[in-house]
C-alpha cells in the first residue's frame, strides 16, 4: 500500500500543496530576512517618506498652479511617494535574488523538489506584506503632514492598490531581469528603467500642467492610469480626477495586465535558467 | 661665510628640486585619476545622462510654473533648472572620485603611494585634480546640451566661462568633502553611503524651485542649506548677466566652502597619516 502512494504520480492538488507551502516557506524566510536585516528594509521605507516631504515642500507653490487638482501637496505627493517606494520594494526582490544566484543559495532550492512557480509567488507575497506595513507607515506620516483623503477609506484602499500593483509589476521585472542577467548587471537596468518609467507619467504633475514631449508621453502611459487610481482618493471632488469608476477603472486594467507581462517575464527567465 | 652661502644656496635648490618634484607626482597623480574616470564610462555617463534628463523632465512638468508668484523672471524653466542641473551632476560626479580614493585605500594602493617618497598633499591633491576637471567639463556639457531647449545664458560667453570655473569649484569643495569620508572610514561603501545625503541636501534646497515659492520649515532648511548658495550663485549668472555681485556670488561662495573643504581633508589625510 505505501509503496503504491509513493509511487503514484503527483496530482494536481499534490502540486498545488508543493507550491504553497513552498511559498509560504519562502514569504517565512523573506519576512525573517526583514527582522535581521532591518538594513535592507529600511531604503524600502525611507524612499517614499523621503519622496513624500522633499516633493511636498520643494514643489509645494505648483498647487498654486489654476486648475491644480489638489491645494495641499501632500496629498498629490503622498501617493508619489508610496508608489516609488513600492516600486523598489518590487526591484529589491531582483537584489536579494541575485544575492542569493552568487552566493549558492539559488542551487541549493532548484536541487530541492520545490515548484517552480513558488520561486515566484513566494518573493511577490513576501513583497505584499511589506509594502502594506510600508503604506501604513507613510500613511500615519502624510496625515501628521497635513495630508486629508477626500474619499474616506476608500482613499487609503486606492493607494494601497496601486502600491501593491506596482511592487507586483517591479517584482516581476527584477525577477526576470535577475534570473536573465544572473549578476549585478541587471541591478542597474532594473532600477534605471523603473525610474525612467514611473517618472515619464503623471508623478510629478497633472496632465494638464505638462507640456511639450512629456505630456504626449504621459497620455499614453499606463502608468498615468495608476497614478490616477493612487490619488483618486486625495485630489478635491471638483477635480475630474476625483473617485469614481471610470478614474479607477484604467489604473485597475493596468495593473492586471503590467503584472501578468512581468510575471510571464520572470517566469519565462526562470525556465531558462532551467534549461 | 662661503661656507655658509654655499650650504644656504644648496638648501635653496634643494626645496626647489623638492617642490618641483612635489609638482611632477602631483600632476602625475592628477592624470591617473583623470585617466582612470574617464576609462570606466560606466562610472561617468551617470552622472552626464541622469541631471539632463531630470532636466528635460523637469522643462516639461514645471515648464508652466515659471508664472507663480515668487519666481524669478525667466525665458523658460529650463534657464532656471540650468544651475540646479549643474550642481546635480557635479555632486554625483564628485563621490565617483572620492569612492575612487576609497577604492585605492582598499586595495593597497594608497599604502604603496606612501611607501614610495611621494608627496603626501599630491596624493590628496592629484585625486581632486581629476574630479575638478570632470566638473569642468560636465559643467560645459550641460551647458552646451540644454542651451538649444532654451536653456540660455544671460551673461553670455564670460558668463559660460565663469560658470565652468565654478562648477569646477564646486567639484572641488564637494570632492574635498567626500574625500574627507574616504580618508576617515577607508571604505568605497561609506563614500556611496553619502549619495542619500547629497541627494537630501538637493531636494531641501533652491536647486529645482525658488525658495520665495516655498513656506514655513522648508523656506527655513533650504536657507540654511549651502547647496541653496551653489546653485543660486551660478543661477545669478545664468538669469542676471555677467555683472560683478553674479561672477562673485559664483566663484567666492564655492571657493570659501573649497578651502574650508580642504583644510578638512587634507586635517583627514594627516590623521590617517599618523595612524601609519
Known sequence: MQTIISTRSIGDQDLHTTTMRSSFGLVKRSLINTRRLPSAFLPSLAMPMFNMIAFSGTFFAITKMPGFPTDRSVNWFMPLGLAMGSAFSGVALGFSLIRDLENGFYDRLRMSPTSRLSLVVGPVIATWIRVTLVAAIVFVAAFLLGARPTSGVLSYICSLIAALGIATIGAGWGLGLAYRFQDMRGAAIMQLSIFVTMFLSTAQVPLDVMTGWLHTVARVSPVTNIFRLARAGWVNESSPDYMSWSNVYGGLLAIVILSALSLTFAMRSLQQIDN | ?276
Open chain 2, 1 to 276: 661665510m662661503i661656507d655658509v652661502a654655499l650650504a644656504q644656496k644648496s638648501g635653496g635648490d634643494l626645496a626647489e628640486h623638492s617642490l618641483s618634484l612635489s609638482m611632477r607626482q602631483t600632476f602625475a597623480l592628477a592624470k591617473r585619476s583623470t585617466l582612470e574616470l574617464f576609462r570606466q564610462p560606466a562610472l561617468v555617463v551617470p552622472s552626464m545622462l541622469f541631471p539632463l534628463f531630470f532636466a528635460m523632465l523637469g522643462n516639461s512638468s514645471f515648464g508652466r510654473t515659471t508664472s507663480l508668484p515668487g519666481f524669478p523672471k525667466v525665458d523658460s524653466y529650463l534657464q532656471f533648472q540650468l544651475a540646479g542641473t549643474i550642481t546635480q551632476g557635479v555632486l554625483f560626479g564628485s563621490v565617483t572620485g572620492a569612492a575612487a580614493l576609497a577604492t585605492d585605500i582598499q586595495n593597497g594602493f594608497f599604502d604603496r603611494l606612501l611607501a614610495a617618497p611621494t608627496s603626501r598633499t599630491g596624493i590628496l591633491l592629484g585625486r581632486l585634480a581629476g574630479s575638478t576637471l570632470f566638473g569642468a567639463l560636465q559643467t560645459a556639457v550641460f551647458v552646451f546640451v540644454l542651451m538649444p531647449f532654451g536653456a540660455s545664458v544671460s551673461a553670455g560667453i564670460p558668463g559660460v566661462l565663469a560658470m565652468i570655473v565654478s562648477g569646477a569649484l564646486i567639484s572641488l569643495a564637494v570632492g574635498a568633502l567626500m574625500s574627507s569620508v574616504a580618508l576617515k572610514t577607508g571604505s568605497a561603501e561609506a563614500v556611496q553611503g553619502t549619495f542619500p545625503l547629497l541627494f537630501i541636501l538637493l531636494f531641501f534646497s533652491s536647486a529645482f524651485f525658488p525658495r520665495e515659492t516655498m513656506s514655513g520649515a522648508y523656506q527655513t532648511i533650504a536657507g540654511l542649506n549651502p547647496i541653496s548658495y551653489l546653485v543660486e550663485g551660478l543661477r545669478a549668472l545664468s538669469l542676471e548677466g555677467f555683472t560683478a555681485s553674479a561672477t562673485a556670488r559664483a566663484i567666492l561662495v564655492p571657493l570659501a566652502i573649497a578651502i574650508v573643504a580642504l583644510g578638512i581633508a587634507n586635517s583627514q589625510l594627516r590623521s590617517r597619516l599618523r595612524k601609519h
